[in-house]
């Protein structure tokens, strides 16, 4: 049943996800119809598939923005458990660099699973994480350890960011405001502990208590509904004023 419900929520958060890349702005639709996030798997699930528009012209070094989790949960804290590693074949250059490096550097990931392919390397799949400068020591001790973190997308800092290499306007550089979406779909941490035994299923056995499985899919039908009726409502005014 717990699989059940776990799959059901994952469909629910990735298909919402892919509507909120295709609307403006997300942040006002994410908020009435995404369900909480869960596990750090079902997270990466959100811009797995679907990758957003900043993705698409600003390609980073490893893997999508996080722009749907981003407009799903923007400054919302967020509790995972997780396995300190990292993908291998990382490299490769961009056209542009954004400050602070710190926020969009991809040098730290976390994965949600500790399995080690013999060629390959480690499975993941992985989520790449800003580390603050306080967290780097108590964040790389853990490498290779399951941990517990906390952090959250859209961080403030973000409004800070900026393009310090690269000609603005050009093809593959992103421009100041770019810049900053850029940034916001960083989750950035703000706790850390290691944990003795992994528990991985610790995120989704909390959710039935928060939110029941047909929460998130009531939360869809009632702003689907909303929207329904601002419609009818604004064509009647149009019909009066006639």
């Known amino acids: 049943m717990r699989i059940i419900e776990a799959t ?6 990735v298909v919402t996800a892919g509507a909120i890349h295709l609307l403006a702005p997300a942040a006002t639709v994410a908020s009435a119809v995404c369900p909480p996030p869960g596990t750090l798997a079902e997270i990466i699930a959100v811009d797995a598939h679907q990758h957003g528009p900043l993705t698409g012209a600003f390609p980073p070094i490893y893997g999508p923005y996080a722009e749907g989790a981003a407009a799903c949960w923007p400054g919302q804290d ?4 997780a396995f300190v590693s990292s993908p291998e074949g ?7 660099t954004i400050e602070p490096a710190w926020l969009v550097s991809q040098a730290h990931f976390l994965s949600a699973s500790a399995t080690v392919d013999a060629e390959s390397g480690p499975v993941g799949p992985f989520l790449p994480v800003a580390v603050p400068p306080a ?4 964040f790389s001790a853990l490498e290779g350890r399951w941990a517990r973190v ?3 997308f859209g961080d403030e800092i973000a409004q800070t960011c900026v393009v310090t290499v690269g000609d603005q306007g050009s093809a593959g550089v992103p421009m100041p405001e770019q810049a900053v979406r850029i940034c916001q779909t960083s989750f950035v941490l703000t706790a850390v502990a290691p944990l003795m035994t992994p528990n991985t299923d610790a995120d989704a056995s909390r959710r039935p208590a928060d939110a029941p499985p047909g929460v998130s899919a009531l939360l869809l039908a009632v702003a689907t509904a909303a929207a329904f009726a601002l419609s009818l409502r604004r064509s009647s005014r149009r019909r009066v004023t006639r």
């Open 8 to 13: 059901t929520r994952m469909f629910l958060v």
């Open 78 to 81: 967020i509790a995972v458990t």
């Open 90 to 96: 990382l490299g490769g250059t961009t056209s542009f």
């Open 135 to 138: 967290l780097e020591r108590r």
């Open 150 to 152: 906390s952090g959250h």
